[in-house]
Nanobody
Framework: QVRLVESGGGLVQPGGSLRLSCAAS????????MSWYRQAPGKERELVAN????????NYADSVKGRFTISRDNAKNMMYLQMNSLKPEDTAVYYC?????????WGQGTQVTVSS
């Protein structure tokens, strides 16, 4: 059974940093690309960043380029999102995602709130 569990969200002031984690289980993690999405209140879910199976290539939304870094540790079945220079517009629920065996799987999400 595929399971994705996010953690690390919280309340942070503008300009601050947070590191999100996604723990994966139930599939061979090292064979699949992974993604972070986010959904702000009243807005559609959007792709934040993704990373290929071996971590050798990453892509970012223009809104987070230069501030966020996606990474993974295949030995630990973990994916991360380091978020620096956070802005109020980064406030959202952040989700971990992977397409495994032709199906899209999501975690439960972790809330990130950027506010003074």
């Amino acid at each position: 059974q595929v399971r994705l569990v996010e953690s690390g969200g919280g309340l942070v002031q503008p300009g601050g940093s947070l590191r999100l984690s996604c723990a994966a289980s139930g599939f061979t993690f090292s064979l699949y690309g992974m993604s972070w999405y986010r959904q702000a209140p009243g807005k559609e879910r959007e792709l934040v960043a993704n990373i290929i199976s071996n971590g050798g290539s990453t892509n970012y939304a223009d809104s987070v380029k230069g501030r966020f870094t996606i990474s993974r540790d295949n030995a630990k079945n973990m994916m991360y999102l380091q978020m620096n220079s956070l802005k109020p517009e980064d406030t959202a629920v952040y989700y971990c995602n992977s397409n495994v065996w032709g199906r899209s799987y999501w975690g439960q999400g972790t809330q990130v709130t950027v506010s003074s």
